[in-house]
């Protein structure tokens, strides 16, 4: 296997860059501080790309990555990816979701403290030699009983909540996804809006991912149902506020301050409106993870995952694809070349224009995670019609449905007469066309084309005749071949009674030309001839 080059363009930790150089199989290169040019330009010879949240990864770089199967984003949020993009590029792209939980929640948890006591302004004045004045000005605000809105109770708004709930706070979050039941296990009161979590909240504290939907979430409005002296906490996303409406709400008294992390555009400029409130506010520079354990538990994290997706395949904390961890790809590996050349059969031997692929699974697999089967008999039936690499396991669903081509995935419990048997098929205008396989011992075999049982291998060159069935067919097959220099592997032949005909599977030892596939076609009594390459 070629190296795989890797690409770090933003800072982690040296561990997690080691680990990546101490690889056989890999190549990497630390490159902070890129310019958008700059990036553009390398990009092109990289298969991965780690990033924390200073690189942006626009559709215009996926466009100029032809290498690039992953990105890995030592951190959380990934709104500096163009996560559409990515996919419709079939790249990966995988977080490192635990590693700076603790970190954020403490680094928040300060900012509420800090602005609630003035810490950085009195800081300010203690060396400004201001002490008297300091001590006069920054009487602060007890935090003590006092009613505390989660905007997004996932890992760190729930470690804030834990800690909010020590100090003395009762607990209200905002989560759609939250359910009752992890409510209760927080102990906090789960609101219906966030209007309810702010109405008559004294602070604050947001933990969303960045989207269209949260974009905003606290504007003029929702500050005004807050009380009178509300301070509101941001280490999540700079857009999550409308920093003006913020600013007006402080300036009329209604909100007391802020402690913010992020910025609606990092860096902010020195001129930033919130920066010259003179009490109230505490503001760091996006440092939320910027801690010696938060850095190795994601600079470790991301180079294990990375390592493992393109030396092995197996995929974790994806947020594009289903992830699959070793175990998982050790219980299902197997199948994924069947699938593959379950794909490829379909897309030579079924027919044009399908309206939707099925994949079914019989005995044993029907009870395991078979989503990733699922999606590489798709990629191995699109691979057929864009076998220039376009077509991945990332993209392979977003380019179906591109095509107006439904994907269907079904489990069967009932027997088969195999112990596990995965059933492709194209529908079209109400008629299907199927193919089958499953693993024998150890060894992945195609059992069935169109209704009709055949034993062959899944890799290889075959040639497949549809004919009469009747004497001397397949000894015509068999010579015309031979005459061509074309020596046969294995045989697998099946009769369809009913309709008169016979399906012979030949394996090749080597690809038959076109001109002996077009004069088998011609041949008295051959219906038709597909050659197909796996
Ligand atoms: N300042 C910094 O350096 C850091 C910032 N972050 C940011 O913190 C945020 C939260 O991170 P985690 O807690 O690890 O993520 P998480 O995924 O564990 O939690 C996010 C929560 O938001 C909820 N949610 C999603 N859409 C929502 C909506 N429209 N309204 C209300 N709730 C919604 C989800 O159900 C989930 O529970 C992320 O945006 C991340 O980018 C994370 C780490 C460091
Ligand atoms: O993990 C996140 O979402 C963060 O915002 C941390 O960002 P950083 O890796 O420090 O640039």
């Given at each position: 296997m070629a190296k795989q080059r890797i690409l770090v363009s933003d800072p982690i930790s040296d561990i997690g860059v080691d680990l990546l150089r101490n690889h056989p199989e890999i190549e990497v290169d630390v490159n902070t501080g890129l310019s958008p040019e700059e990036l553009l330009k390398i990009i092109?010879?990289?298969?991965g790309l780690i990033i924390r949240s200073q690189t942006k990864v626009t559709a215009e770089v996926l466009a100029a990555a032809?290498?690039?199967?992953a990105v890995g984003r030592?951190?959380?949020?990934?709104?500096?990816?163009d996560r559409d993009a990515a996919t419709n590029h079939g790249v990966i792209v995988m977080n490192?979701?635990?590693?700076n939980t603790i970190s954020t929640a403490e680094l928040a948890f300060t900012l509420m403290l800090s602005a609630a006591r003035n810490i950085g302004p009195a800081h300010a004045g203690v060396l400004a030699g201001d002490f008297p004045a300091a001590r006069k000005a920054y009487k602060g605000i007890e935090i003590n009983n006092k009613r505390l809105a989660v905007i997004g109770m996932g890992r760190i708004g729930a470690e804030f909540a834990k800690r909010a709930q020590a100090f003395g706070m009762t607990v209200v979050a905002y989560d759609p996804f939250l359910t009752q039941a992890r409510a209760d296990q927080l102990k906090v009161e789960l609101a219906e809006s966030p209007d309810a979590a702010l109405t008559g909240a004294d602070v604050v504290t947001l933990h969303v991912p960045m989207t269209d939907d949260t974009?905003?979430?606290?504007n003029a409005d929702r500050l005004a149902l807050?009380?009178?002296g509300a301070l509101v906490v941001n280490?999540?996303?700079?857009?999550?506020?409308d920093e003006a409406a913020l600013k007006a709400a402080i300036e009329s008294g209604h909100i007391a301050g802020c402690g913010l992390d992020?910025?609606?555009?990092?860096?902010?400029?020195?001129?930033?409106?919130?920066?010259?409130?003179?009490?109230?506010v505490s503001f760091t520079?996006?440092?939320?993870?910027?801690?010696n354990e938060a850095q190795e538990n994601v600079g470790i994290q991301v180079a294990e995952q990375l390592r493992d997706f393109l030396t092995t395949g197996e995929i974790r904390n994806a947020i594009n694809m289903p992830s699959l961890d070793a175990a998982a790809l050790s219980e299902i590996g197997g199948y994924l070349d069947l699938a593959t050349s379950l794909g490829k059969f379909l897309a030579k031997l079924g027919p044009a224009n399908p309206d939707s692929i099925r994949v079914s699974y019989h005995g044993e697999?029907?009870?395991?995670?078979t989503s990733l089967i699922s999606r590489t008999v798709l990629t191995g039936y699109l691979e057929a019609a864009r076998?220039?690499?376009?077509?991945?396991i990332v993209n392979s669903p977003a380019v179906a449905r591109d095509m107006g081509l439904e994907t269907v995935e079904s489990t069967i419990t009932a027997q088969t007469e195999y112990a596990e048997l995965i059933v492709a098929e194209l529908r079209k205008d109400g008629k299907k066309f199927r193919v089958a396989g499953t693993i024998i011992g150890q060894s992945p075999r195609i059992v069935e084309i169109d209704h009709l049982f055949v034993d062959t291998n899944i890799k290889g060159n075959f040639l497949i005749v549809r004919n009469?069935?009747?004497?001397g067919i397949v000894g015509l097959v068999g010579s015309a071949l031979g005459s061509a220099g074309l020596n046969i592997a294995n045989l697998s032949l099946a009769r369809n009674k009913s309709e008169g005909n016979a399906l012979n599977v030949i394996e090749l030892d080597t690809s038959p030309s076109a001109e002996i596939v077009a004069s088998l076609s011609d041949a008295?009594?051959?219906l038709s001839v597909t050659a197909i390459e796996i």
């Open positions: 092109p010879s990289y298969h032809t290498e690039l199967k030592a951190g959380v949020g990934v709104d500096n990816v490192t979701p635990t590693g974009k905003h979430i606290i807050m009380n009178k280490c999540a996303r700079g857009g999550l506020i992020v910025y609606e555009d990092e860096p902010p400029s020195a001129d930033h409106p919130l920066f010259n409130l003179p009490k109230h520079p996006h440092l939320g993870a910027s801690t697999l029907a009870e395991k995670d076998p220039d690499g376009q077509v991945n009469d069935d009747r004497p008295p009594g051959v």
